[in-house]
């Protein structure tokens, strides 16, 4: 296990005189918290003993009903027997790798893909084989000839780990014709997908682009999260599966928490049944999408010549690739003096690419703070070229 880069960076980041565009909280101060409050309240009053009792080791069963509404948005069809509840998405990733993984196994994941899942996959001392990615996402050729590369060297690619809305880190959405393309090379080689799906419903320009999973019930395996849709405190993830897949999930839970946390499973699920949760996402879209114009015009102002970053049309990460010769990683002392905090790029890689990048979050901080961090930033590049 490696100490995550992030985490090492989040007590200097979190000093208030620094802008911190590293960490990637949700900003949930536009949730309603005298709702929430009222319906905790309830929730003690009314169910308090069996909210606060141990539960089903898959989850609790009305949470798993509303769970395939909420999938349903993205063209999921799916029945609550084939979930399982886990302690936020990460929990998730977590079991699925314990079940496929034996040290050594090959996981695909996207170059660059989400530091927390690499940081999993690397726990279970799993090889992690990048696959090149564009602005459409990750490309199928590519997944392809990484697949063959690794048959040929006699290992075997487990799963494909795929973040097809937003890429975490990189901001980049996948079309759906690429998650066509995507799904017809897996089930030809015969590879799982591993779908995690945080930030689907964070669409800032369209509708949501239907889920991998709605194109295959059997090769795909699908992690959602109530962390960014709602809170991240309660801990709330899932898993939807395919059956044979769901039964060794739930033995995996059971064994390491006995069950979810009922207590989280039945305030999310009080909420929502009693809030207009829809709406709600409505009101995190429309903050965050005021964050992301001002990191866009804010790059486009600041940023020298040489620069290029993502257009992300959802989620919370901009991807900037600053010009040859510069490293991020090398710099980040000195952004953090400049009282800027991002977080470099080779984080984000299992085997040390990613030095010209970094990723940029817009989640938190409000939009002129974002403008400031980017200023102050692009002073930083800028004195980079003169050392
Ligand atoms: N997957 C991705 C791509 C993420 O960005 C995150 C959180 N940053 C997670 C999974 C884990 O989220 P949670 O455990 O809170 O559901």
Redesign the pocket.
């Known amino acids: 296990m490696r100490a995550s880069a992030v985490r090492a960076l989040f007590a200097v980041a979190n000093r208030p005189e620094v802008v911190s565009l590293a960490g ?1 909280m949700p900003n949930i101060a536009d949730l309603p918290l005298d709702v929430v409050a009222n319906t905790l309240s309830d929730l003690v009053k009314t169910k308090g003993q069996q909210a606060m009792q141990y539960g089903s080791g898959q989850g609790e069963p009305m949470i798993r009903e509303q769970i395939c509404d909420v999938m349903a948005l993205e063209g999921i069809e799916a029945h609550p027997d084939d979930i399982t509840i ?8 977590d079991l699925v790798t314990r079940i496929f993984c034996n040290p050594g196994d090959v996981v695909l994941a996207e170059a660059p893909s ?1 530091v ?2 690499l940081g999993t996959f690397g726990s279970y001392q799993c090889e992690v084989v990048h696959v090149a990615m564009d602005d459409e996402g990750l490309q199928p050729e590519a997944l392809r000839a990484a697949a063959q590369a690794c048959a040929a060297a006699g290992k075997r690619a487990k799963f494909l780990y795929t ?1 097809p809305n937003f ?2 880190p990189s901001g980049v959405t996948q079309s759906l014709e690429r998650r066509k393309a995507i799904v017809e090379v897996c089930r030809e080689l015969d590879i799982l997908v591993v779908e ?1 799906n ?2 689907g419903l964070l669409t800032l320009d369209a509708e949501p682009i239907p889920a991998i999973r709605s194109l295959d019930e059997e090769q795909v395996i699908y ?1 959602g ?4 849709t709602f809170a ?1 405190g309660f ?1 709330v ?1 899932w898993v939807l599966a395919p059956h044979a897949v769901r039964e060794k999930l739930v033995l995996a839970q059971e064994s390491a928490t006995l069950c979810p946390p009922v207590f989280s499973q039945y305030a999310i699920s009080s909420y929502l049944a009693n809030h207009d949760w829809k709406a709600q996402i409505v009101t995190f879209k429309d903050m965050y999408r005021a964050r992301r114009d001002a990191m866009m015009e804010a790059l486009a102002e600041y940023m020298p010549e040489g620069t290029t970053w993502t257009e992300p049309k959802g989620g ?1 990460f901009v991807w900037v690739t600053l010009p040859e010769g510069l490293d991020t990683q090398a710099m980040l002392p000195r952004a953090v003096t400049a009282r800027v905090a991002y977080t470099p790029g080779t984080a984000f890689y299992a085997d040390g690419l990613g030095s010209r990048n970094m990723r940029l979050s817009y989640c938190f901080p409000p939009p002129d703070r974002i403008r400031e961090g980017v200023r102050r930033l692009a002073d930083v590049v800028n004195r980079e070229f003169e050392l």
């Open positions: 990637g886990t302690c936020g998405s990460q929990q998730g990733l989400y927390g899942a973040i890429n975490n995690d945080p930030y992690l999260s109530f962390s960014k991240p801990r993830g919370f």
